[in-house]
């Protein structure tokens, strides 16, 4: 009886943790990537993470040379090609650590710095 209870017990905490056994399915490998945008909320965490550093978190920083963003006057196209690409200035590339909704949240959080 005191073993059958353990068994019920511990069957049960296995229904409330999620597996037990089974291999958890990955759930991004069955959709497909996502293309929407992110919020600008997500777009700041991507920039405190990656840019904050050089930029600061309101873009005025200037560390390692980098460009003060609250004054900058490049257009959309021209601010996401500096990401994707960088320059040889010392703006790194961000093409590859980063995916196209990122890259585009990152535009607009950067457009939206400028006073
Ligand atoms: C290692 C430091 C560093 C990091 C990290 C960095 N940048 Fe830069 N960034 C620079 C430098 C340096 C320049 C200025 C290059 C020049 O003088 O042309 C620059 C320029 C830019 C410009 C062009 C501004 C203008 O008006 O010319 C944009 C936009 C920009 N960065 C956005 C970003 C974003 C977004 C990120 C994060 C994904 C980021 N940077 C991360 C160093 C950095």
């Known amino acids: 009886m005191v073993l059958k209870n353990s068994i019920l017990v511990l069957s049960s905490i296995c229904l409330l943790s999620t597996g037990c056994g089974e ?13 929407e945008p992110i919020s600008l909320e997500d777009a700041r965490a991507v920039y405190t993470l990656n840019c904050a550093s050089c930029h600061g978190p309101d873009g005025t920083l200037k560390a390692s040379n980098a460009k003060d963003l609250s004054i900058s006057s490049l257009d959309e196209k021209a601010v996401e090609q500096m990401i994707r690409k960088g320059n040889d200035k010392g703006m790194m590339p961000y093409e590859d650590m980063l995916s196209t909704p990122e890259i585009k949240g990152l535009v607009k959080f950067v457009q939206n710095l400028r006073k």
Do not use: A, G, I, Q
């Open 23 to 35: 291999t958890e399915k990955p759930e991004e490998s069955t959709k497909p990537v996502s293309n």
